[in-house]
């Protein structure tokens, strides 16, 4: 058996902290194994200044990582999941799904609340989900695209003039920048992407042993809730970057999903909501991609076409 295995990851500061969440788990259950940390850097991290409308954004931040997993000179790769396209190269799968933090977004760095906002405040996004939403529920916000790692984003509040910036939770509680916090937004007002909060490892489909070793680390209930909204944006053919948000919870037996899709400019949001008691992988699955098509129908389709065209 192998001793000594690489974790490969993007070097924001962000995803290394995943690493080191990963590595201790694993470490403290693993002894015997040494785990160490590999650092690459992606196309998405190089082309900061450019707009994702002028690079073909699918898979940016993962390509090079998953080029070195199929070189071998990486053996587990770890994502933000919500950053990874659903569709994965033949050689590779998601073989586990740890640590899921908090999954909702946040306004940071503001004065006041999103309700007591002045009206036409500008607030700072790059994402076109946290757009068509915030339009529905405050037209009169103006909504500026920024991009770049999260201390960046922070840092274009003064520097763009912008009364706060939305965000991941997830990514300011793992950094440390909790008190940058103003408020956590509501499922209602701004349901988050699918997947978020949540740490992917991928590794090649060939390797048994890892894989064995990292389903001693999962939990069932993260494990169901992840997979629900996975396979509901695999249903949608989306992207990772369309207006798509989608949220799966277990409380009381009953896994609730919630999904919705918006236009951009916050004047349409179709949302629908499906639950089921069945708490397997086959059953959950089953009801995201129903969720999925009836969500389609109801006009996301026409939406997504029309955003591709673009
Ligand atoms: N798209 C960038 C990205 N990818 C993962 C996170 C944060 C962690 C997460 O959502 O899992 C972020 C920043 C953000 O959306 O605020």
Redesign the pocket.
Known sequence: MKKEYIIGTRNSS?ALK?CEILKAKLSSKFPELEFKIKEISTTGDRERDKKFSEINVEGI?IREIEYALLAEEIDLAVH????LPTKLPAELEVAAVVDR?N?Y?VLAGAENKLAELAKGARLGT??LRRKSQLLAYRPDLEIVPIRG??ET?LKKIKTHNLDGV???????E?LGYKEQITEYLAPEICL??A?????AVEIRKEDSKLKEILKTIETEKNNLEVWTEHSFLAEMEAG?HAPVAAEAIIENKTLTLTAAVGEIDGSRIIKKVAKTKKLDLDSVRSLAQKLAVKVKQAGAAEIIKNLKSN
């Open positions: 962000l995943q931040f933000s999941f919500k950053d933090a999954r977004d790059g994402s790692n999260i984003r939305i965000l991941a939770a997830a990514g300011l793992r988050p992407a997947r978020q909060g949540a740490v990772c």
